[in-house]
């Protein structure tokens, strides 16, 4: 499984951005896919996932609310809305594709064998 994350870029606080995350080759395997931001020196982080065969989502509590991820099933892209973005949102995001068995959580960065390159978002103050 191949990831290609787009759509990263400069916003001030406040402001909202869409990433997109492109998956291609045996997408069969996998059925989660979920984002990770990683700031320079700082551990990598969960921010949300989505199981598509269980329907069911995880957010990272301090983006509740801000952030929503969606699938679009004919296009196999995954995409991360972030709306009232602050500068502690700023990151590269990551996103990452894995099969988690149905009722695990979906935050444990082991349990995603395929990952994309990172997508630099900044948030401005």
């Known amino acids: 499984v191949q990831l290609q994350a787009s759509g990263g870029g400069l916003v001030q606080a406040g402001g909202s951005l869409r990433i997109s995350c492109a998956a291609s080759g045996r997408t069969s395997v996998v059925n989660t896919m979920g984002w990770f931001r990683q700031d320079p020196g700082k551990e990598r982080e969960f921010v949300a996932a989505?199981?598509?065969?269980?329907?069911?989502?995880e957010y990272t509590d301090s983006v509740k609310g801000r952030f929503r991820i969606t699938k679009d099933n004919a296009k196999d892209m995954v995409y991360l809305q972030m709306n009232s973005l602050i500068p502690e949102d700023t990151a590269a995001y990551y996103c990452?594709?894995?099969?988690?068995?149905?009722?695990?959580?979906?935050?444990?960065?082991?349990?995603?064998?395929?990952w994309g390159q990172g997508t630099l978002v900044t948030v401005s103050s």
């Open positions: 989505y199981n598509w065969r269980a329907g069911t989502t």
């Open positions: 990452s594709a894995g099969q988690i068995p149905i009722g695990r959580p979906m935050d444990l960065s082991a349990y995603y064998a395929y």
